[in-house]
């Protein structure tokens, strides 16, 4: 197994811009989760997904979108980048079930905004 | 909502000594899990240790162990015969009936 991959591990974007930040599980995990992580600040849930075709709002989803059409893949859009949103992203998967709860990682995208 | 409170922002050891990290969190539930995760340079998020708040017993993995007090909500990890390869940092994290929340951290740096 892959686990959780994530595509690219860093980016350059300018104010504006758009651009989808790619995240994929091979392990059949119904929960998949996206943060980002500042300085000081630990990891903050952007948004998150119960299984597909279902998504939430978390802690902090504005200025992104997320889709969940297939179980293996949870994508993030950032919609007109800012520079606020300079932060590495971290997607998350998990089998969600009560008995044994475990998130596993990617690798994380590393995102400026200038 | 739930909040993780982490109040040590860095820390330092010296090599096969022990260490201490602190984790105090605030919920009304009853049921939840606790969690520390290490993330070294490589920003890797490694899961180190979890803890069921029903289970009395404090779990451990190899150097690894907790101390879980439900009743003051605090949940500290302690790092046996620290090598050098546990430089990094550590996050406690909470998950109770919905999201994960986690700490802001701990920077450990184990010194030779």
């Known amino acids: 197994n892959a686990g959780v991959t994530q595509t690219p591990k860093f980016q350059v974007l300018k104010t504006g811009q758009s651009m989808t930040l790619q995240c994929a599980q091979d392990m059949n995990h119904e929960y998949m989760s996206w943060y980002r992580q500042d300085p000081g600040m630990g990891l903050r849930l952007i948004h998150y997904?119960?299984?597909?075709?279902?998504?939430d709002q978390g802690e902090v989803p504005n200025g992104y979108n997320v889709s969940r059409s297939t179980t293996e893949d949870f994508p993030l859009r950032l919609l007109s980048a800012a520079p606020s949103q300079t932060s590495v992203y971290f997607c998350?998967?998990?089998?969600?079930?009560?008995?044994?709860?475990?998130?596993?990682f990617g690798p994380g995208t590393r995102l400026t905004v200038t | 909502a739930q909040t993780v409170t982490q109040s040590q922002p860095e820390m330092s050891v010296q090599e096969a000594e022990t260490v201490t990290l602190s984790c105090t969190y605030d919920t009304s539930e009853n049921n939840y899990y606790l969690f520390w995760y290490k993330q070294p340079p490589s920003r890797q998020m490694i899961l180190v240790i979890r803890?069921?708040?029903?289970?009395?017993q404090n779990a451990t993995e190899n150097r690894f162990s907790v101390n879980f007090q439900k009743a003051a909500k605090s949940f500290s990890l302690k790092i046996s015969d620290s090598q050098l390869g546990d430089t990094a940092m550590y996050f406690c994290a909470f998950k109770g009936r919905n999201k994960l929340v986690f700490g802001a951290g701990t920077i450990l740096r184990v010194k030779s």
């Open positions: 997904s119960v299984g597909a075709g279902i998504t």
């Open positions: 998350a998967s998990s089998t969600g079930a009560r008995s044994y709860y475990e998130q596993y």
């Open positions: 803890q069921e708040a029903y289970k009395q």
